[in-house]
Protein backbone atom coordinates (compact mmCIF):
# COMPACT_ATOMS: atom_id res chain seq x y z
CA UNK A 1 0.00 0.00 0.00
CA UNK A 2 1.32 3.53 -0.86
CA UNK A 3 2.15 6.02 2.22
CA UNK A 4 1.39 9.33 2.40
CA UNK A 5 2.55 11.34 -0.51
CA UNK A 6 3.42 15.12 -0.92
CA UNK A 7 4.35 17.32 -3.96
CA UNK A 8 6.31 18.78 -4.69
CA UNK A 9 9.67 17.31 -2.80
CA UNK A 10 11.60 20.49 -3.61
CA UNK A 11 10.54 24.00 -4.29
CA UNK A 12 12.33 26.92 -4.56
CA UNK A 13 10.72 30.24 -4.76
CA UNK A 14 11.25 33.96 -4.00
CA UNK A 15 10.17 36.63 -0.95
CA UNK A 16 6.72 37.36 -1.90
CA UNK A 17 5.71 34.74 -3.99
CA UNK A 18 2.62 32.66 -2.94
CA UNK A 19 3.35 28.41 -2.99
CA UNK A 20 1.40 25.64 -2.77
CA UNK A 21 2.04 22.38 -1.46
CA UNK A 22 -0.05 18.22 -1.63
CA UNK A 23 -0.74 15.53 0.19
CA UNK A 24 -2.36 12.38 -0.46
CA UNK A 25 -3.16 10.06 2.68
CA UNK A 26 -2.64 6.83 2.99
CA UNK A 27 -6.10 4.96 1.46
CA UNK A 28 -8.44 5.19 4.53
CA UNK A 29 -6.89 7.83 6.18
CA UNK A 30 -9.39 10.50 6.67
CA UNK A 31 -7.51 12.82 9.53
CA UNK A 32 -4.27 14.98 7.68
CA UNK A 33 -1.98 17.23 9.31
CA UNK A 34 0.60 19.82 8.32
CA UNK A 35 3.41 20.56 10.37
CA UNK A 36 6.66 22.65 10.07
CA UNK A 37 10.43 21.75 10.34
CA UNK A 38 12.75 24.44 10.71
CA UNK A 39 16.20 22.65 9.82
CA UNK A 40 17.37 21.30 13.72
CA UNK A 41 14.44 21.93 14.99
CA UNK A 42 11.35 19.66 16.05
CA UNK A 43 7.94 19.60 14.10
CA UNK A 44 5.56 22.70 14.46
CA UNK A 45 2.05 21.98 14.34
CA UNK A 46 0.42 24.34 11.53
CA UNK A 47 -2.78 22.48 11.01
CA UNK A 48 -5.12 19.35 11.24
CA UNK A 49 -8.03 18.59 9.17
CA UNK A 50 -10.81 15.93 9.13
CA UNK A 51 -13.54 15.28 6.83
CA UNK A 52 -12.81 18.46 5.06
CA UNK A 53 -13.06 20.66 8.11
CA UNK A 54 -10.07 21.99 10.55
CA UNK A 55 -9.88 20.60 13.47
CA UNK A 56 -7.46 22.18 14.90
CA UNK A 57 -5.08 25.26 14.17
CA UNK A 58 -1.09 25.68 15.43
CA UNK A 59 0.60 29.37 16.44
CA UNK A 60 0.89 30.59 12.75
CA UNK A 61 0.08 33.89 10.66
CA UNK A 62 -2.74 33.44 8.55
CA UNK A 63 -0.72 33.63 5.29
CA UNK A 64 -0.79 29.92 5.91
CA UNK A 65 -4.07 28.02 4.59
CA UNK A 66 -4.84 24.90 4.30
CA UNK A 67 -7.90 22.90 2.66
CA UNK A 68 -9.26 19.02 2.61
CA UNK A 69 -10.96 17.69 -0.63
CA UNK A 70 -13.50 15.05 -0.91
CA UNK A 71 -10.89 12.34 -1.70
CA UNK A 72 -9.19 13.40 1.97
CA UNK A 73 -6.39 14.74 -0.16
CA UNK A 74 -4.52 18.30 1.17
CA UNK A 75 -3.26 21.34 0.56
CA UNK A 76 -1.41 23.82 2.08
CA UNK A 77 -0.93 27.51 0.75
CA UNK A 78 1.18 29.82 1.92
CA UNK A 79 1.01 33.82 0.77
CA UNK A 80 3.78 36.47 1.20
CA UNK A 81 6.73 34.41 1.59
CA UNK A 82 9.35 35.05 3.86
CA UNK A 83 12.49 33.92 4.14
CA UNK A 84 12.01 32.15 7.54
CA UNK A 85 9.33 30.00 5.78
CA UNK A 86 12.31 28.27 4.20
CA UNK A 87 11.61 24.37 6.06
CA UNK A 88 10.34 21.23 5.66
CA UNK A 89 6.91 20.88 5.20
CA UNK A 90 5.66 17.83 6.68
CA UNK A 91 1.88 15.90 5.96
CA UNK A 92 1.06 13.17 8.55
CA UNK A 93 -1.85 11.29 8.19
CA UNK A 94 -4.13 8.93 10.27
CA UNK A 95 -8.06 7.21 10.21
CA UNK A 96 -9.28 9.39 12.75
CA UNK A 97 -8.64 12.66 14.97
CA UNK A 98 -8.30 10.13 17.99
CA UNK A 99 -5.66 11.27 20.59
CA UNK A 100 -3.95 7.63 20.09
CA UNK A 101 -3.90 7.64 16.65
CA UNK A 102 -0.11 7.61 15.14
CA UNK A 103 0.54 9.63 13.01
CA UNK A 104 1.85 8.29 9.00
CA UNK A 105 4.17 10.90 7.60
CA UNK A 106 5.25 11.92 4.13
CA UNK A 107 8.48 12.28 3.60
CA UNK A 108 8.21 16.10 3.06
CA UNK A 109 8.58 19.55 0.68
CA UNK A 110 11.77 21.03 1.11
CA UNK A 111 10.82 24.75 0.55
CA UNK A 112 13.74 27.04 0.12
CA UNK A 113 13.26 30.77 -0.08
CA UNK A 114 15.89 33.18 -1.80
CA UNK B 1 5.74 26.85 24.65
CA UNK B 2 4.08 23.49 25.53
CA UNK B 3 6.72 21.59 23.31
CA UNK B 4 9.51 19.03 24.90
CA UNK B 5 12.84 19.37 25.02
CA UNK B 6 14.74 15.96 24.52
CA UNK B 7 18.11 15.36 26.48
CA UNK B 8 20.95 14.88 24.95
CA UNK B 9 20.97 16.81 21.97
CA UNK B 10 23.27 14.49 20.63
CA UNK B 11 24.75 10.65 21.04
CA UNK B 12 27.27 9.11 19.54
CA UNK B 13 27.75 5.17 20.68
CA UNK B 14 28.94 2.29 19.46
CA UNK B 15 27.07 -0.54 18.11
CA UNK B 16 26.10 -3.12 19.97
CA UNK B 17 25.90 -0.32 22.80
CA UNK B 18 22.16 0.79 24.54
CA UNK B 19 21.21 4.36 24.08
CA UNK B 20 19.50 6.18 26.00
CA UNK B 21 17.33 9.96 25.12
CA UNK B 22 15.18 11.41 27.53
CA UNK B 23 12.10 13.70 26.96
CA UNK B 24 10.82 16.58 29.08
CA UNK B 25 7.34 18.48 29.31
CA UNK B 26 5.43 21.14 30.56
CA UNK B 27 1.72 20.43 31.35
CA UNK B 28 -0.18 17.59 31.61
CA UNK B 29 -0.91 15.19 29.00
CA UNK B 30 -2.83 12.62 27.70
CA UNK B 31 -0.47 9.99 26.03
CA UNK B 32 3.40 10.90 25.17
CA UNK B 33 4.73 9.33 21.54
CA UNK B 34 8.11 8.71 20.25
CA UNK B 35 9.42 8.77 16.55
CA UNK B 36 12.38 8.22 14.45
CA UNK B 37 13.16 10.52 11.23
CA UNK B 38 15.98 9.22 9.17
CA UNK B 39 17.44 12.38 7.48
CA UNK B 40 15.62 13.92 4.55
CA UNK B 41 12.80 11.65 5.58
CA UNK B 42 9.40 12.22 7.38
CA UNK B 43 8.82 10.88 10.87
CA UNK B 44 8.04 7.05 11.84
CA UNK B 45 5.92 6.02 14.81
CA UNK B 46 8.23 4.21 17.27
CA UNK B 47 5.39 4.00 20.10
CA UNK B 48 2.82 4.96 22.51
CA UNK B 49 2.45 5.39 25.83
CA UNK B 50 -0.46 6.52 28.11
CA UNK B 51 -0.48 9.16 31.04
CA UNK B 52 -1.48 5.94 33.21
CA UNK B 53 1.16 3.43 32.05
CA UNK B 54 4.64 3.57 33.55
CA UNK B 55 6.65 1.38 31.33
CA UNK B 56 6.25 -0.56 27.72
CA UNK B 57 8.22 -2.57 25.79
CA UNK B 58 8.57 -2.75 21.83
CA UNK B 59 10.78 -5.00 19.93
CA UNK B 60 14.87 -3.02 21.38
CA UNK B 61 12.91 -0.17 22.48
CA UNK B 62 11.75 0.30 26.27
CA UNK B 63 10.08 3.77 26.89
CA UNK B 64 9.26 5.08 30.45
CA UNK B 65 6.95 7.85 31.73
CA UNK B 66 6.98 9.89 34.82
CA UNK B 67 4.18 12.16 35.07
CA UNK B 68 5.39 13.64 38.62
CA UNK B 69 8.30 14.57 36.99
CA UNK B 70 6.75 15.15 33.80
CA UNK B 71 9.25 13.09 31.72
CA UNK B 72 9.94 9.99 29.30
CA UNK B 73 13.06 8.05 28.38
CA UNK B 74 13.71 5.67 25.49
CA UNK B 75 16.11 3.10 25.57
CA UNK B 76 17.42 1.20 22.64
CA UNK B 77 19.20 -1.94 23.51
CA UNK B 78 21.70 -3.45 21.53
CA UNK B 79 21.88 -0.65 18.58
CA UNK B 80 22.66 -0.76 15.30
CA UNK B 81 24.27 1.00 12.40
CA UNK B 82 20.43 1.43 11.40
CA UNK B 83 19.60 3.07 14.27
CA UNK B 84 21.33 6.10 13.02
CA UNK B 85 18.12 9.11 12.87
CA UNK B 86 16.74 11.89 15.25
CA UNK B 87 14.64 10.67 17.79
CA UNK B 88 11.20 13.05 18.96
CA UNK B 89 9.51 12.53 21.17
CA UNK B 90 5.49 14.29 20.89
CA UNK B 91 3.32 15.05 23.42
CA UNK B 92 -0.68 15.27 23.20
CA UNK B 93 -1.53 17.67 26.07
CA UNK B 94 -4.42 17.29 27.64
CA UNK B 95 -5.98 20.39 27.19
CA UNK B 96 -5.56 21.22 23.75
CA UNK B 97 -7.50 19.02 21.70
CA UNK B 98 -6.09 17.24 18.83
CA UNK B 99 -2.78 19.11 18.58
CA UNK B 100 1.07 16.76 19.49
CA UNK B 101 3.54 18.79 20.34
CA UNK B 102 7.35 17.65 19.16
CA UNK B 103 10.08 18.42 21.20
CA UNK B 104 13.77 19.50 19.50
CA UNK B 105 14.91 15.84 19.33
CA UNK B 106 17.69 13.82 19.65
CA UNK B 107 20.33 12.54 16.87
CA UNK B 108 21.38 9.47 17.58
CA UNK B 109 24.91 8.06 15.99
CA UNK B 110 26.20 4.39 15.73
CA UNK B 111 28.83 3.68 14.92
CA UNK B 112 29.70 0.33 13.42
Redesign the interface.
Known sequence: DAGVTQSPTHLIKTRGQHVTLRCSPISGHKSVSWYQQVLGQGPQFIFQYYEKEERGRGNFPDRFSARQFPNYSSELNVNALLLGDSALYLCASSLWTGVEQPQHFGDGTRLSIL | SQ?GEEDPQALSIQEGENATMNCSYKTSI??L?W?RQNS??????LI?I?SNEREKHSGRLRVTLDTSKKSSSLLITASRAADTASY?CAT?PSNT?????????TSLTVIP
Open positions: QNNQYGRGLVHLRFHGNQFYFGTG
